[in-house]
């Protein structure tokens, strides 16, 4: 996600295989995402209303660099970053997870024409909260369709190669410390460096 930031905000998108590992960040944030919120229990503790509080809130904030930065054609009819994507994703899952199919369903049309990733991004990450529930080969087939089909916005097939990588990461048992607000933060505070950092350069040339 970082390399591809610097590589659309600071090099012009002249180095391409920073574009190309750009597009394993989604199906690996989604995939954590949903598959934590498929974990038995989220509902009643929940888990759903306090990730939907922070991805708001920390997307409001990395709305500044972001709009700043200018790169606004990935990001649908408003400027959203993709942290309202995981935003509408956490609600849609939420509705699902409530059975209030109707509103979820109207919430998939409405907000995926609004944010970055559109439907497919919703449809991924939907797929995959379907399969962490309830593991299958259907399920598992929809999930990979539902990946190979961010070609429809990426152009390419790369997206596809973060599936290994989460399968492989689900067979390391690493006792690493839970880092809660991490990727919250850094989101904004990336785009606010990469911000910074063009400016400067900017003032310089």
């Not at 922070?54 to 709305?63: I, K, M, N, Q, T």
């Amino acid at each position: 996600m970082t390399g591809d930031h610097l590589n659309r905000f600071l090099f012009d998108g002249t180095v391409p295989f920073l574009f190309e590992l750009g597009r394993l960040a989604l199906p690996i944030f989604v995939f954590v995402l949903a598959c934590n919120l498929a974990r038995p229990g989220q509902l009643e503790r929940g888990s759903y209303p306090r990730t939907m509080q922070r991805l708001a809130l920390f997307g409001a904030l990395a709305s500044v660099p972001f709009i700043a930065l200018g790169d606004l054609q990935h990001a649908g009819w408003w400027p959203l970053n993709i942290l309202f994507s995981l935003l509408v994703l956490t609600t849609i899952l939420y509705l699902l997870e409530r059975n209030d199919r109707l509103a979820a369903a109207v919430l998939f049309m409405v907000g995926g024409s609004l944010i970055e990733y559109s439907w497919l991004g919703l449809s991924l990450g939907v797929a995959v909260w379907i399969y962490c529930k309830r593991p299958s080969v259907p399920a598992a087939a929809v999930t990979l369709l539902a990946c190979a089909g961010l070609w429809l916005s990426n152009g390419n097939f790369w997206a596809l190669a973060a599936v290994p990588l989460i399968l492989g990461a689900t067979r390391l048992n690493l006792q690493l410390p839970r880092l809660r607000w991490f990727f919250y933060a850094y989101y904004p505070l990336h785009l606010g460096l990469i911000w910074l950092v063009r400016d400067l350069v900017g003032g310089m040339g």
